[in-house]
């Protein structure tokens, strides 16, 4: 594993670091305590509409449908989580680097054996492993719903997959934006700024002409959870959340390769 | 260990290091001097591998830093003017992560870690979090991961700046304990600091090496010989008389009265002569009445005013000319 050498050692210390830090701590907390009352209530919601949808079946037969309230939950719940995590990944992702460019500690990077594939994969693991812990509750909410109403469980776990996959890449293209600045604040924002763009690109995506309109849905994110989000796994969401990421660790790469030939100036 | 020729880094259009050339032999220990700006923090970054220079050579035990720079990195400690550390993290498990960083085998990193803790006075401070440690700790923190990998040549820059005069001269008994093992590059601009704790001085002004010698040889060379002041009661009229005609005195004033009747005198002495057995016979033989002598070196502090001095005035004189 020489090319990602010293990448191991990264991940571990940027995991731990995250678990010492208060501000991972109260993100946690809010994210857990946003994503408990979204639960709650989304259900309460669904649990509303099914019995209605069940009043309707027994008044007037068969012109009325039985809602399937777990997928209908599933449903609503995964659309807010995707929502939320655009604004919880770019927290997660500001100090990847500029805090080392800032702390001076790149210099310590820079000066052991380790390559730029290594401190790239390290980091991103590192933030992509507790990322995955924060979406391990919101996991289990639908779980633990799926298992008392007797439901099928793919469609919510090819959910969770589109979240992970999702998030993935949001990690991605925020680590490189924290690889070209050398302060959190700044970095959060633009990686706010990123997030953004991507998301809601396809939006004009009408007023365009039409060879292009195809060209820019495509790069929308939110347009490749949708598929995943009612129980489809196709190639064409695949292969985009393969290349949205690989494009925005080349360009970390090449940001580190930049930093290593002209030289970071620590404060 | 190392071998530097005519070293440049250029950042755009300004040149922070312009033709530096030096040799270090192993074990010495050597200190990089000039004032802040001079060049001497890129010229350590670059021996250690942190960025490529622009243009020249740099060896370290004969691996170019470019050319094989994994060479150089496991051979290299290195102390930045900013320590290099996680404040969240405890000194030890801080160890343990450069340790592995550093690519030392798994079954040695105990033992290493430890040593560093015990070489650097540690011990007790070992499972504090960083943030909480004192400047001067926080330095030897720094110092601890520098020599972790047990490297061959140590690279610090400013170690001890920053710390009040205590925590230096702890820093500066732990350098020399270093020393021992280690071949040790040292940078300061506090000269009567570097001076201390080294064998040879290498002097940077404006990225050119502009003197590299022992501390004792520069002087020599450039301080010319001892200053004396001699304090005399008598006549100050004879007294200037006959001090200058002194064998060996090359240059002779009379600066004040400090007290009714006596006078401070400064003496410059040829070079390699002690002028004062002959200067006390004179003064007393001559009637008048002795009351102090002492001498002192030129101290780095002059000669260093002196070379960038010097320097700084060829470089007007060519402006002029221009």
């Given at each position: ?110 000066t ?156 | 260990m190392i ?41 350590m970054?670059?021996l250690t591998g942190a ?9 370290v035990a004969?691996h170019?830093v ?5 060479d150089v990195k496991s051979r290299v400690g290195y ?67 520098a020599?972790?990998h047990?490297p061959e040549l140590l690279i ?26 280690h071949t040790?590059v ?137």
């Amino acid at each position: 594993m020489r090319f990602l050498r010293g990448g191991w050692a990264i991940c571990k210390r940027e995991l731990h670091s995250y678990f010492v830090s208060p501000v991972a701590y109260a993100l946690l907390a809010i994210f857990w305590l946003a994503e408990g009352i979204f639960f709650v209530s989304i259900l309460g919601y669904w649990a509303a509409q099914g019995r209605n949808a069940d009043a309707r079946v027994q008044e007037f037969g068969a012109e009325g449908n039985l809602l399937n309230v777990p997928a209908m939950v599933a449903g609503s719940f995964l659309d807010v989580t995707a929502l939320v995590l655009m604004f919880v990944v770019p927290i997660i992702a500001m100090g990847l680097l500029s805090e080392e460019k800032r702390r001076g500690t790149m210099d310590l990077l820079l000066t052991s054996p380790v390559s730029n594939a290594g401190i790239m994969w390290g980091k991103f693991c590192g933030a992509y492993v507790f990322l995955l812990f924060m979406l391990t509750p919101p996991f289990l909410f639908q779980f633990v719903m799926d298992f008392y109403g007797d439901n099928e469980f793919g469609t919510f776990v090819t959910g969770f997959l589109g979240l992970a996959l999702m998030s993935a890449s949001m990690l991605a293209a925020t680590l490189w934006v924290s690889s070209i600045t050398k302060n959190q604040v700044v970095s959060a924002f633009a990686g706010y700024g990123v997030l953004m763009v991507f998301w809601f690109i396809d939006a004009p995506a009408n007023l365009l002409p039409s060879i292009y309109q195809d060209g820019v849905r495509w790069l929308s994110i939110h347009n490749h959870f949708g598929d995943f989000r009612v129980g489809v796994i196709s190639g064409r969401d695949l292969n985009y959340f393969v290349w949205f990421p690989a494009f925005f660790l080349f360009l970390t790469y090449t940001a580190l390769e930049s930093i290593r030939w002209r030289g970071v100036r620590s404060s | 260990m190392i071998h530097v020729e005519n070293l440049v880094k250029r950042y755009g259009s300004n040149a922070a290091v312009d033709g530096v050339s030096f040799d270090v032999a192993a074990g010495e220990v050597v200190g990089l001097l000039g004032p802040n700006g001079a060049g001497k923090s890129t010229t350590m970054r670059i021996l250690t591998g942190a960025m490529p220079p622009t243009d020249g050579i740099a060896e370290v035990a004969g691996h170019d830093v470019v050319e094989a720079p994994l060479d150089v990195k496991s051979r290299v400690g290195y102390l930045p003017e900013v320590p290099p550390l996680y404040p969240e993290m405890k000194v030890r498990s801080f160890l343990k992560f450069v340790a592995e960083l550093k690519g030392v085998p798994r079954r040695d990193r105990k033992a290493r870690v430890e040593s560093a803790l015990s070489r650097c006075w540690l011990e007790e401070r070992a499972d504090q979090p960083i943030e909480q440690l004192s400047k001067g700790y926080k330095q030897r923190v720094g110092l601890a991961q520098a020599i972790l990998h047990d490297p061959e040549l140590l690279i610090l820059d400013e170690p001890t700046s920053g710390l009040d005069p205590r925590q230096i001269i702890e820093v500066r008994q732990l350098i020399r304990d270093l020393a021992g093992d280690h071949t040790v590059v040292l940078s300061s601009h506090i000269l009567s600091e570097i001076s201390a704790s080294v064998q040879r001085v290498v002097v940077i002004n404006e990225g050119k090496v502009v003197a590299a010698d022992s501390v004792d040889e520069l002087s020599r060379r450039f301080g010319g010989g001892d200053q004396v002041t001699v304090q005399v009661r008598g006549d100050a009229d004879a007294l200037r008389r006959m001090l200058p005609s002194l064998p060996g005195v090359a240059d002779a004033r009379i600066v004040e009265d400090v007290e009714s009747d006596v006078w401070r005198c400064d003496l410059s002495a040829a070079p390699d002569t002690d002028v004062r057995p002959r200067v006390a016979a004179a003064v007393v033989n001559a009637g008048f009445e002795l009351i102090g002598m002492t001498r002192r070196e030129m101290g780095l502090e002059e000669i260093f005013l002196r070379l960038t001095d010097e320097v700084n005035q060829d470089a007007d004189a060519e402006d002029q000319a221009a």
